[in-house]
């Protein structure tokens, strides 16, 4: 727990003056029922700075060349414009439909269109495994032993041996998994082992990847603080992450998959992003998913911002994802997006850590297979996420989940999120599923449920039928299964200043004397994108009304899906 104070003395050295003025203005908040409250910060990262493109997405005003549409086959006219586009240029596609296969982004090159439905990548080969790439192999160097620096909060680390690494470099900082640990890591969950899940098969789940910023010896200094405390007796281990594309955009325009979608995209998506360091998606509407709308994997401070996904190939398991970060993901940050007409939202695995997905809308998410069952909107799927920050998103008639199908999860925070399952669903009736295994997880100011409609407020099972539940805690697997138990993912929970229909009220911990919520933990302000007549933040329990709109939900509804979605409930 932070006092304001505290966080002054934070904000003034390693912020300066707009995260002085930020937290005077929160000062202003504050009333007799305590100081404003911040999860504590073994539990938390600074992700305020530390998360998207560095210093934001970058408006690149400079054309290099303008191309129009053929009517044939695109593809080799934008892929060697964008091969020969300047550093920080800007391949400009006129109004119209581009007739593609695939096209690959190139470090410092810009694609952008005149706007979603105006400019429209339309996909043509029912071969090719992507439409857009930022690189197709984050490959990894060799790995080399720590010898120091590695306790959560530092900016430099010391390898035992020369390292090889040089200024710039992105490096992936990891240990060995401890299932009997506190908390667990283990990528062995109720659906068995997962080999995707981390480095080494999967037996290295929890890492965090790092830009250095200068070498001197064997010692690394660090662009951001370490998130986590690696164990010595863990054998921790830094290891380079080959980023293939950096500094390279795709804005104002639509990827129009939905003819092209094939089995080749299974492990990539619509958009790959595998090997990618401070690379972005801007106003980009994603049309067609196979298993990932956008995939990530090897990723580093990218933002995806204003995007749409939806319509996906089938509407059952292991497809249509709307984003997946897969393996290897930090400070990447979404935000303000539209996930929809999709069986599965936002998933998290192996080696995900420090991001922060915000303010995105996720509705109409279902199963032709199972259409009464209501669905993740944000999920952890595979081991071992932390430290991930998911804030002010309105999900509407799904649930937040952290699953323990391939392993555990721990020391991340839902904040002033939106939640609710669907009237038209009568299984899995529940908003928040925490699994056994899943720990450490902080659940603050969140709005909960729709009166009249929940009527248990925690269960150790998961409903396959009626009443409905806020929370459910400890289940071992995804089936009408015995009970679980309240463990460790209950005792080390904090739920804080949550509203929810079953006491149709605010709880909050007891032992937690502060009961004023800061506006974000991740911005100092209303961002930029943010309609300056809608108020921010829009949902929490402390605002009238609780449950305001956000942008990407009013986009949603002056655009709703196309086409319609199948009338399955």
Same mark, same amino acid.
């Given at each position: 727990?932070?006092?304001?104070?505290?966080?002054?003395?934070?904000?003034?050295?390693?912020?300066?003056?707009?995260?002085?003025?930020?937290?005077?203005?929160?000062?202003?908040?504050?009333?007799?029922?305590?100081?404003?409250?911040?999860?504590?910060?073994?539990?938390?990262?600074?992700?305020?700075?530390?998360?998207?493109?560095?210093?934001?997405?970058?408006?690149?005003?400079? $054309?290099?060349?303008?191309?129009?549409?053929?009517?044939?086959?695109?593809?080799?006219?934008?892929?060697?414009? $964008?091969?020969?586009?300047?550093?920080?240029?800007?391949?400009?596609?006129?109004?119209?439909?581009?007739?593609?296969?695939?096209?690959?982004?190139?470090?410092?090159?810009?694609?952008?269109?005149?706007?979603?439905?105006?400019?429209?990548?339309?996909?043509?080969?029912?071969?090719?495994?992507? $439409?857009?790439?930022?690189?197709?192999?984050?490959?990894?160097?060799?790995?080399?032993?720590?010898?120091?620096?590695?306790?959560?909060?530092?900016?430099?680390?010391?390898?035992?041996?020369? @390292?090889?690494?040089?200024?710039?470099?992105?490096?992936?900082?990891?240990?060995?998994?401890?299932?009997?640990?506190?908390?667990?890591?283990?990528?062995?969950?109720?659906?068995?082992?997962?080999?995707?899940?981390?480095?080494?098969?999967?037996?290295?789940?929890?890492?965090?990847?790092?830009?250095?910023?200068?070498?001197?010896?064997?010692?690394?200094?660090?662009?951001?603080?370490?998130?986590?405390?690696?164990?010595?007796?863990?054998?921790?281990?830094?290891?380079?992450?080959?980023?293939?594309?950096?500094?390279?955009?795709?804005?104002?325009?639509?990827?129009?998959?939905?003819?092209?979608?094939?089995?080749?995209?299974?492990?990539?998506?619509?958009?790959?992003?595998?090997?990618?360091?401070?690379?972005?998606?801007?106003?980009?509407?994603?049309?067609?998913?196979?298993?990932?709308?956008?995939?990530?994997?090897?990723?580093?401070?990218?933002?995806?911002?204003?995007?749409?996904?939806?319509?996906?190939?089938?509407?059952?398991?292991?497809?249509?994802?709307?984003?997946?970060?897969?393996?290897?993901?930090?400070?990447?940050?979404?935000?303000?997006?539209?996930?929809?007409?999709?069986?599965?939202?936002?998933?998290?695995?192996?080696?995900?850590?420090?991001?922060?997905?915000?303010?995105?809308?996720?509705?109409?998410?279902?199963?032709?297979?199972?259409?009464?069952?209501?669905?993740?909107?944000?999920?952890?799927?595979?081991?071992?996420?932390?430290?991930?920050?998911?804030?002010?998103?309105?999900?509407?008639?799904?649930?937040?989940?952290?699953?323990?199908?391939?392993?555990?999860?721990?020391?991340?925070?839902?904040?002033?999120?939106?939640?609710?399952?669907?009237?038209?669903?009568?299984?899995?009736?529940?908003?928040?599923?925490?699994?056994?295994?899943?720990?450490?997880?902080?659940?603050?100011?969140?709005?909960?449920?729709?009166?009249?409609?929940?009527?248990?407020?925690?269960?150790?099972?998961?409903?396959?039928?009626? &009443?409905?539940?806020?929370?459910?805690?400890?289940?071992?697997?995804?089936?009408?299964?015995?009970?679980?138990?309240?463990?460790?993912?209950?005792?080390?929970?904090?739920?804080?200043?949550?509203?929810?229909?079953?006491?149709?009220?605010?709880?909050?911990?007891?032992? $937690?004397?502060?009961?004023?919520?800061? @506006?974000?933990?991740?911005?100092?302000?209303?961002?930029?994108?943010? &309609?300056?007549?809608?108020?921010?933040?829009?949902?929490?329990?402390?605002?009238?009304?609780?449950?305001?709109?956000?942008?990407?939900?009013?986009?949603?509804?002056?655009? &709703? &899906?196309?086409?319609?979605?199948?009338?399955?409930?």
């Amino acid at each position: 727990m932070k006092t304001v104070l505290t966080q002054l003395r934070s904000g003034m050295s390693g912020r300066g003056l707009a995260a002085f003025t930020f937290l005077v203005g929160i000062m202003l908040f504050s009333t007799a029922a305590g100081a404003v409250y911040y999860p504590p910060s073994d539990r938390t990262v600074t992700w305020q700075g530390n998360v998207g493109v560095s210093g934001d997405v970058p408006n690149r005003t400079a $054309i290099y060349k303008m191309l129009s549409p053929s009517g044939g086959d695109d593809t080799s006219a934008i892929q060697t414009a $964008i091969n020969n586009c300047p550093s920080g240029q800007v391949v400009q596609l006129d109004k119209g439909t581009f007739n593609v296969t695939k096209i690959d982004m190139k470090s410092n090159a810009t694609l952008r269109g005149y706007g979603i439905g105006v400019t429209i990548l339309k996909g043509t080969s029912t071969s090719s495994s992507y $439409i857009v790439s930022f690189g197709t192999n984050a490959g990894l160097g060799t790995s080399v032993n720590l010898a120091g620096g590695y306790t959560k909060g530092s900016t430099s680390i010391t390898a035992s041996s020369s @390292p090889g690494w040089s200024a710039g470099n992105i490096i992936l900082i990891d240990q060995i998994n401890n299932a009997s640990g506190n908390p667990p890591v283990s990528n062995t969950g109720s659906d068995g082992t997962c080999s995707w899940c981390g480095r080494s098969s999967g037996a290295r789940s929890l890492g965090q990847a790092v830009k250095v910023t200068a070498i001197s010896g064997n010692t690394a200094t660090l662009e951001m603080p370490l998130y986590w405390s690696f164990d010595p007796t863990l054998s921790p281990q830094g290891t380079t992450v080959t980023m293939n594309v950096q500094n390279a955009g795709l804005e104002n325009l639509t990827i129009d998959n939905s003819t092209s979608m094939n089995a080749n995209q299974q492990n990539n998506g619509t958009v790959l992003m595998n090997g990618a360091a401070n690379c972005w998606l801007l106003k980009v509407d994603i049309y067609g998913v196979w298993e990932g709308g956008i995939t990530m994997e090897g990723t580093y401070r990218c933002t995806v911002r204003s995007c749409r996904v939806h319509y996906s190939h089938a509407y059952t398991t292991s497809s249509g994802y709307g984003l997946w970060m897969e393996y290897i993901n930090s400070a990447d940050l979404v935000e303000d997006s539209i996930f929809d007409n999709l069986p599965a939202g936002l998933m998290c695995s192996g080696e995900t850590s420090g991001n922060v997905i915000a303010y995105c809308y996720i509705t109409n998410l279902y199963y032709t297979t199972d259409p009464a069952s209501a669905i993740e909107a944000l999920d952890n799927h595979g081991a071992h996420p932390i430290m991930n920050l998911w804030e002010g998103n309105f999900c509407e008639g799904t649930l937040l989940g952290s699953d323990h199908i391939w392993g555990t999860a721990s020391h991340n925070t839902w904040f002033r999120n939106r939640v609710f399952y669907g009237s038209g669903f009568t299984k899995r009736l529940m908003d928040l599923n925490i699994w056994s295994g899943e720990t450490y997880f902080n659940v603050i100011g969140n709005v909960i449920g729709t009166a009249g409609r929940e009527m248990v407020y925690q269960s150790a099972s998961i409903p396959f039928g009626t &009443p409905g539940v806020i929370w459910v805690l400890g289940v071992k697997s995804s089936g009408n299964s015995p009970a679980g138990s309240y463990g460790l993912e209950t005792t080390s929970l904090i739920r804080h200043g949550n509203w929810d229909s079953v006491t149709n009220g605010v709880v909050w911990d007891p032992t $937690i004397p502060d009961h004023v919520l800061p @506006p974000s933990l991740y911005l100092t302000a209303k961002p930029s994108w943010w &309609p300056s007549a809608m108020p921010w933040p829009s949902i929490g329990p402390d605002l009238t009304p609780m449950s305001g709109t956000i942008p990407a939900r009013q986009r949603y509804l002056l655009t &709703p &899906p196309s086409p319609a979605p199948p009338t399955v409930r």
